[in-house]
Nanobody
């Protein structure tokens, strides 16, 4: 299984970024997909998740209303649209895949993409 993130970078506070994660080696529509992040000196934090057909989404309180997760099952890709970015959003963002929401944290994970928000 491979999860490859892209779309990270440097952005000013208040700006937007769109992360993508291309998945291969798994039956994509059979997996819950999600995003986690890890800031320097901190633990890995759940950001968002989307269910198999995209019908259900979940967000951390810290990003609710600013971030939107979506998936394209035809192209085995999951997205994270990040708006109104804040300095506190600076972190390495990881794509994740789990058979269920309970196993998302311990399932497959990509290498990560750096997001840096300048204040």
């Amino acid at each position: 299984v491979q999860l490859v993130e892209s779309g990270g970078g440097l952005v000013q506070a208040g700006g937007s970024l769109r992360l993508s994660c291309a998945a291969s080696g798994l039956t994509f529509s059979s997996y819950v997909m999600g995003w986690f992040r890890q800031a320097p000196g901190k633990g890995r934090e759940f950001v968002a998740a989307v269910l198999y057909s995209g019908g259900g989404t979940y967000y951390a309180d810290s990003v609710k209303g600013r971030f939107t997760i979506s998936r394209d099952n035809a192209n085995n890709t999951v997205f994270l649209q990040m708006n109104s970015l804040e300095h506190e959003d600076t972190a390495v963002y990881y794509c994740a895949a789990g058979a269920t929401t309970a196993t998302l944290r311990t399932g497959y994970r990509g290498q990560g993409t750096q997001v840096t928000v300048s204040s």
